[in-house]
């Protein structure tokens, strides 16, 4: 695992995938590897009509489709293999010191992470994709989330390097194993913590916080602790503009009412209301 994969589409988010990937680079001391996967059912590389009405008199209909659609394919292509070097200018510029390598796939991005997922320490996603401008998200987030293990960083419009973050915690096995990942990671080092827990129990959830606080003390963060109620979303999202936070972490799928409001369609409603870049830890 040794790559920060920024997968890039030509969406307005394009820029903020490469500067958070920088950021994220430099941080841990990794290359950054561009990835355009160009999607193959919105790109066939074959056309199949065979079964299209109305066609099968006029064949050279059919085939001057096909040649068209196989034009359109290959300039796409092209027009991606452009986008990832002028993506790759982007990174240099900002830290000539990343190593920086490119990768363009025709096929699938899930099946595509998959099979880059046991040389990533992290994946670089933005928002919105590039066939998605006009949706609060893209349609590609959580099935990403829910596939891979390794830790995703997903990205608005716009990304500067923050300066402090916020862990959204619940006490359950999986929010202990993502605070031991933080602890171990350099991804986060340097950076202010804030480790949040939403509970209506004052008391046990001050208890969870002091021993999770002791994990990344020993880590040398700097940390506060702080216990809100309410309802998880509006008391998170208070309390990062309180604080002027600038990246939440989260541990995806836990076992309490942050777990419940990861799965289905709680996971886009967090995504598409953040104001902030998002790093979901499995």
Same mark, same amino acid.
């Given at each position: 695992?040794?790559?920060?994969?920024?997968?890039?589409?030509?969406?307005?988010?394009?820029?903020?995938?490469?500067?958070?990937?920088?950021?994220?680079?430099?941080?841990?001391?990794?290359?950054?590897?561009?990835?355009?996967?160009?999607?193959?059912?919105?790109?066939?590389?074959?056309?199949?009509?065979?079964?299209?009405?109305?066609?099968?008199?006029?064949?050279?209909?059919?085939?001057?489709?096909?040649?068209?659609?196989?034009?359109?394919?290959?300039?796409?292509?092209?027009?991606?293999?452009?986008?990832?070097?002028?993506?790759?200018?982007?990174?240099?510029?900002?830290?000539?010191?990343?190593?920086?390598?490119?990768?363009?796939?025709? +096929?699938?991005? !899930? $099946?595509?992470?998959?099979?880059?997922?046991?040389?990533?320490? %992290? *994946? #670089? &996603?933005?928002?919105?994709?590039?066939?998605?401008?006009?949706?609060?998200? +893209?349609?590609? !987030? $959580?099935?990403?989330?829910?596939?891979?293990?390794?830790?995703? %960083? *997903? #990205? &608005?419009?716009?990304?500067?390097?923050?300066?402090?973050?916020?862990?959204?915690?619940?006490?359950?096995?999986?929010?202990?194993?993502?605070?031991?990942?933080?602890?171990?990671?350099?991804?986060?080092?340097?950076?202010?913590?804030?480790?949040?827990?939403?509970?209506?129990?004052?008391?046990?959830?001050?208890?969870?916080?002091?021993?999770?606080?002791?994990?990344?003390?020993?880590?040398?963060?700097?940390?506060?602790?702080?216990?809100?109620?309410?309802?998880?979303?509006?008391?998170?999202?208070?309390?990062?503009?309180?604080?002027?936070?600038?990246?939440?972490?989260?541990?995806?799928?836990?076992?309490?009412?942050?777990?419940?409001?990861?799965?289905?369609?709680?996971?886009?409603?967090?995504?598409?209301?953040?104001?902030?870049?998002?790093?979901?830890?499995?």
């Amino acid at each position: 695992m040794t790559n920060v994969i920024a997968c890039i589409d030509g969406s307005k988010a394009t820029l903020a995938v490469c500067n958070a990937s920088v950021w994220a680079a430099t941080q841990m001391a990794a290359p950054v590897t561009l990835l355009h996967v160009l999607d193959k059912s919105v790109y066939p590389t074959q056309l199949n009509l065979s079964g299209s009405i109305g066609l099968g008199t006029r064949e050279h209909l059919l085939d001057e489709m096909v040649e068209i659609e196989g034009r359109r394919s290959k300039l796409a292509l092209e027009q991606g293999k452009y986008m990832l070097e002028d993506a790759k200018t982007c990174v240099t510029k900002q830290q000539s010191s990343v190593a920086v390598n490119t990768l363009q796939r025709h +096929g699938d991005l !899930i $099946e595509t992470l998959l099979e880059q997922e046991p040389n990533a320490r %992290l *994946v #670089v &996603m933005g928002r919105q994709g590039e066939q998605h401008q006009d949706h609060p998200i +893209g349609s590609h !987030i $959580e099935s990403v989330i829910r596939t891979l293990k390794q830790p995703i %960083l *997903v #990205v &608005m419009p716009e990304f500067t390097a923050p300066k402090r973050f916020i862990f959204a915690y619940d006490g359950s096995a999986t929010a202990k194993k993502a605070l031991a990942r933080v602890a171990a990671s350099p991804l986060l080092k340097g950076l202010e913590c804030h480790l949040v827990m939403v509970s209506d129990n004052q008391t046990q959830a001050s208890a969870e916080l002091a021993v999770a606080a002791d994990t990344l003390n020993s880590a040398d963060f700097s940390v506060s602790t702080a216990v809100c109620q309410g309802e998880v979303q509006a008391a998170l999202e208070a309390y990062q503009v309180e604080h002027n936070i600038d990246l939440m972490v989260m541990g995806a799928y836990g076992h309490s009412r942050i777990r419940e409001f990861f799965v289905g369609s709680n996971t886009t409603r967090m995504i598409s209301k953040s104001k902030i870049p998002l790093l979901l830890l499995r």
